[in-house]
């Protein structure tokens, strides 16, 4: 498998940014080279956290205000009680896909999985 070598990667463990966000926002930041104050960017986490975003998903649906998450033409799925911030199944490799979900998500994203865990060792 060839993956392009010619842009700069920087690989960010979805695991890694659930367990030290803010750091791993710094190190994003630096990537880009954005400087951006710590206290701003435990702001930024804060506001993005599941809680936070729900909260403002509702807050944008009762007043029917269009944002990040409330789209007048999606009013029915809203009544019917869809949302944009839905469940965020944990660990879904496990717990949501069946064993030849398991197989076959292995067998089409294993090697870009390994070489990705290659670039953060």
Same mark, same amino acid.
Request: aromatic letters at 8%; hydrophobic letters at 40%; a negative charge.
């Given at each position: ?9 920087? @690989? @960010? ?19 880009? +080279?954005?400087?951006?104050?710590? +206290? ?9 956290? @599941? ?47 069946? +064993? ?7 067998? @089409? ?13």
């Amino acid at each position: 498998m060839n993956f392009q070598r010619d842009l700069p990667v920087l @690989v @960010v463990r979805y695991e890694m940014l659930r367990v030290e966000p803010v750091k791993q926002l710094a190190r994003i930041c630096d990537f880009l +080279d954005e400087k951006i104050a710590p +206290d701003r960017l435990e702001l930024a986490v804060r506001q993005s956290s @599941v809680g936070a975003m729900r909260e403002q998903e509702q807050h944008e649906i009762a007043a029917k205000q269009s944002g990040a998450f409330y789209r007048p033409q999606l009013e029915t799925g809203y009544e019917q009680g869809f949302r944009f911030v839905g469940r965020l199944n944990t660990n879904s490799y496990a717990t949501v896909l069946t +064993d030849e979900e398991r197989r076959e998500a292995d067998r @089409v994203f294993g090697p870009l999985l390994a070489h990705v865990d290659r670039l953060s060792g």
